[in-house]
């Protein structure tokens, strides 16, 4: 079973913050937070990964509550390529279990 | 640095046939994995391998089979097509070092 939960869908204006939560209430103290997005069919593509403080690179910020058990994903001026589906996944960054569950994601349709 | 390279990229196969996806990687990663995504749908684990001579079940193995007799390749078999297998097939590998799983470009399989 997954262990995130993600709303299906959101849409977002053109030029305005994309802002996509996620649920991880059972994230284990080893285990990362990492976000993939896939557009149309194409293989999923890394977008950013944390463990507890906030991360920001050219693509995205990631902010991680202090309890670690809920995201978000800010994409700051959203594009109409960034109409993609958005999924978060926990990780563990020890040797271990390499289930990487995916789930169905958040289906972000960018409006122009 | 070819990264993750899937073959066929397309297939339709006959129910009851057999056939292999074949999986290549060259940036020496242990880990490789092996999802499904039917429409509309997320991916899913079928099996995964941390190194050469270990794999291991996800989510989905059934009617599949893999081997990994070498650190670059993971094979998926399907042993006796069925319709319910007709799906986009996606590999994955990731190295021990970094926690960020690279992605191939898919593999469309229709069983007729």
């Known amino acids: 079973d997954a262990k995130t939960t993600q709303p299906p869908s959101m849409d977002c204006a053109e030029g305005r913050a994309a802002n996509l939560p996620c649920n991880h209430s059972t994230i284990s103290g080893n285990e990362y937070v990492y976000w993939y997005r896939q557009i149309h069919s194409q293989g999923p593509q890394y977008i950013i990964h944390g463990l507890k403080n906030n991360e920001t690179n050219e693509m995205a910020s990631l902010i991680i509550t202090e309890d670690r058990k809920s995201s978000t994903l800010i994409l700051p001026h959203a594009t109409l390529r960034d109409t993609a589906v958005y999924y978060c996944?926990?990780?563990?960054?020890?040797?271990?279990?390499?289930?990487?569950?995916f789930g169905t994601g958040t289906r972000l349709k960018v409006l122009a | 640095n070819a990264g993750v390279t899937q073959t066929p990229k397309f297939q339709v196969l006959k129910t009851g046939q057999s056939m292999t996806l074949q999986c290549a990687q060259d940036m020496n990663h242990e880990y490789m994995s092996w999802y499904r995504q039917d429409p509309g749908m997320g991916l899913r684990l079928i099996h995964y391998s941390v190194g050469a001579g270990i794999t291991d079940q996800g989510e989905v193995p059934n009617g599949y089979n893999v081997s990994r007799s070498t650190t670059e390749d993971f094979p998926l078999r399907l042993l006796s097509a069925a319709p319910s297998q007709t799906s986009v097939y996606f590999c994955?590998?990731?190295?021990?070092?970094?926690?960020?799983?690279?992605f191939g470009e898919g593999s469309w399989l229709t069983v007729v």
């Open positions: 994955a590998s990731r190295g021990f070092s970094g926690n960020t799983i690279y």
């Open positions: 996944i926990v990780v563990p960054f020890t040797s271990g279990t390499y289930k990487y569950i």
